[in-house]
């Protein structure tokens, strides 16, 4: 993916709810998923690749009824059941050791990352480092401004990312003002569940405990 079309992908996500590096890293998860399981069910390096990782990791693995394709589901896990099955049938002495239920477990265990997780980062990376590129521009800050925040892992993505100075306290300073006004929405939405103001009728703050959990860990349920 070009940092053109990145530029362009961002600025469509920047005025849907949640994080933006979110979405775009859901939908880029997504569709790995999806070229994998319709086109590269032969394809050896990917077979290898899932074997390795003992599939997908369980928040892309339940992912798999919704996004479909039984049979490249199929085929895949049957290839990573026949692979720890072979790995468990070899005898070993001394089995109940210590040391050896620990190189047991370990031989089960993911061996390399979850592919999918893999590619959603790197093509994150990407988005940040554009976002990081643009956020000194007018036009991108307003619609960085008018957004919902980054979430607080990717915002500590972007702070690694930062390549200077600059553009790292323009985004220490559009974080800190989205976080001021949820902060406040927060607050707004504990007074009126006091009883004394009960009656006041509940506004937008009254989703703003949904949006801080998205806020703090990642958004929810794209």
């Not at 053109?4 to 790995?32: D, M, S, W």
């Not at 086109?39 to 928040?59: D, F, H, V």
């Not at 089995?95 to 031989?107: C, D, E, I, N």
């Not at 307003?142 to 553009?167: G, K």
């Amino acid at each position: 993916m070009d940092k053109h079309t990145a530029y362009f992908n961002l600025q469509e996500a920047l005025p849907q709810p949640g994080c933006a590096i979110c979405r775009l890293g859901h939908a880029v998860e997504v569709k790995y998923i999806e070229d994998v399981l319709y086109s590269k069910t032969t394809a050896i390096e990917t077979r290898a690749e899932w074997r390795a990782s003992r599939g997908l990791c369980p928040a892309h693995a339940r992912q798999l009824d919704q996004i479909g394709h039984a049979l490249g589901v199929s085929l895949f896990y049957q290839d990573i059941l026949l692979t720890v099955r072979e790995l468990l049938e070899k005898p070993s002495r001394q089995q109940a050791s210590p040391r050896r239920k620990k190189a047991l477990a370990g031989t089960l265990s993911p061996q390399i990352e979850c592919p999918a997780c893999a590619y959603r980062d790197s093509l994150e990376a990407v988005y940040i480092e554009v976002w990081l590129d643009h956020i000194l521009e007018r036009a991108f800050l307003e619609s960085v401004q008018a957004a919902d925040p980054l979430c607080l892992p990717h915002l500590r993505q972007a702070i690694l990312q930062a390549p200077d100075a600059e553009r790292l306290e323009r985004l220490r300073q559009v974080q800190l003002a989205h976080w001021e006004t949820l902060i406040a929405e927060l607050a707004e939405f504990v007074r009126k569940n006091d009883y004394r103001f009960q009656h006041e009728p509940v506004g937008h703050e009254g989703t703003a405990w949904l949006r801080a959990v998205d806020a703090v860990s990642g958004t929810r349920n794209l």
